[in-house]
Each structure stands twice: as structure tokens, then as C-alpha cells.
């Protein structure tokens, strides 16, 4: 049997050009919440893991570790700001339409998961009009695992496919969170070159399959 039939997708840094949105808005927020505004280094070193919202903020501001309503405060915040105005500020990378029409078009299904939070991952496909190429999407959603827990792909997307074998699900991503994902899960990985991670430790990790633009996404989709 040739080709994937399942494609995990990321949205940061994968289909998404967000870092303009993350900054913008993570500085914003810590305004807003009274809190000492992070460096844009240090800001700019957490888009590059991958890693989910509080977690991010944990690296920013080390006293929300034990600050419980200044953490769910500044989330809260955060939020807000970025549907508010991180939409307009965030972009999908060229090509990423072609790519998810093309793919569609072999009858691939693409899903999404990411530890971004799922209003903004579907804003976004709204205003750009990627939605109709997406089927599943799953964020930071309370009682959601969270990449690179595989539970997400165990308990929440394998279900929804028969009989599809765990070969022909590809994951796609940028940073060492999509590749540990994948791996974890036991499927193949594509490393997106052109995002976000840090090329020397996203490399270490042997992805399967590396892509420098999303346009060579579809041929690797039906080659297998």
C-alpha cells in the first residue's frame, strides 16, 4: 500500500507563521497582568520548544510556578489578547494552501494537534480558508493530552479511522515536541526545516523525513 493516509499536523511553526502573534501577545499580556515583561531572546527560546502555554510561561516568569491565580490570570489573558488581535499578526507559511489542497485531493485526511489553544488554531484556518482541508483538530484543551504524550493520537484520532495502521499516519512538525511525539507514538515523523526548532537537536533526533518548505509535502504524502 503506497502513501500516508493520515497526516498529523502542527500548527506553529509548521502551517503557521505565529512568532509575530506569540510575541506580541505573550508581551501584552504580562503588561496587562502587571508583571515584568519577558526579553524577546528569552521569548523567542520558548516558540522554538514547542511546548504548551503554562509551560511557557513557567520559562518566562519562574514565580507562576507557585502563583496559581497569576498563572490562570496571565493564561486567561493571553488568550483573549491573541484572538483579539494574534489573528491578524499570524500567517500561513507559503504554499500551505496548495499543499493541504493537494493532499486532500489523494484523500489523505489531515488532522492538527497542538498545544496551542483550539479557538485560535480555528480562527486562523477560518480567515485563511484552510478549514474545509482539515477534518480534526485538537489544542490545550482541559483533559486533552498533550504533545509528546501519543495519547492524543491512542485515544483520540486512531478511533475515528477502522482499521488504519499506525504506517500510514505521518506526523508533521518543527521542534523536538513533534519529532518526541511521533516517535512515542510508534508513526513516522517529518521534521519541518523551516520553522521553528533548533535545527542541530531537532536533526539528533532522526526524523524520518526532512521538508524545507511545505511544498514538498505533498509528493513525500503520496510516495511514502
Request: charged residues 25%; glycine residues 8%; hydrophobic residues 40%.
Amino acid at each position: 500500500m503506497s502513501g500516508y493516509k493520515v497526516i498529523v499536523f502542527d500548527y506553529d511553526g509548521t502551517l503557521f507563521d505565529t512568532r509575530p502573534a506569540i510575541v506580541h501577545c505573550i508581551q501584552r499580556a504580562f503588561t496587562e497582568c502587571g508583571r515584568s515583561i519577558p526579553a524577546l531572546e528569552a521569548v523567542a527560546g520558548t516558540v522554538r520548544t514547542g511546548l504548551p502555554l503554562q509551560e511557557t510561561f513557567f520559562a518566562l516568569d519562574k514565580n507562576l510556578r507557585v502563583e496559581r491565580a497569576a498563572l490562570n490570570e496571565i493564561v486567561g489573558t493571553y488568550r483573549k489578547i491573541y484572538l483579539d488581535e494574534g489573528a491578524t499578526l499570524a500567517e500561513p507559511f507559503a504554499g500551505v494552501g496548495d499543499a493541504l489542497r493537494d493532499i486532500d485531493a489523494t484523500g489523505a485526511k489531515c488532522v492538527i494537534v497542538s498545544n496551542k489553544g483550539i479557538a485560535a488554531i480555528r480562527q486562523s484556518l477560518d480567515q485563511s480558508r484552510l478549514s474545509s482541508f482539515v477534518e480534526l483538530v485538537f489544542g490545550d484543551e482541559p483533559g486533552l493530552p498533550k504533545k509528546p504524550d501519543p495519547a492524543i493520537l491512542m485515544d483520540h484520532i486512531l478511533p475515528r479511522y477502522g482499521q488504519l495502521q499506525m504506517e500510514q499516519i505521518l506526523a508533521v512538525g518543527d521542534t523536538e515536541v513533534d519529532i518526541l511525539f511521533a516517535k512515542r507514538a510508534g508513526i513516522s515523523c517529518c521534521w519541518a526545516s523551516y520553522g521553528y526548532g533548533e535545527t542541530e537537536r531537532c536533526r539528533k533526533l532522526a526524523p524520518k523525513h526532512e521538508i524545507s518548505s511545505i511544498a514538498e509535502l505533498p509528493a513525500l504524502v503520496h510516495c511514502r
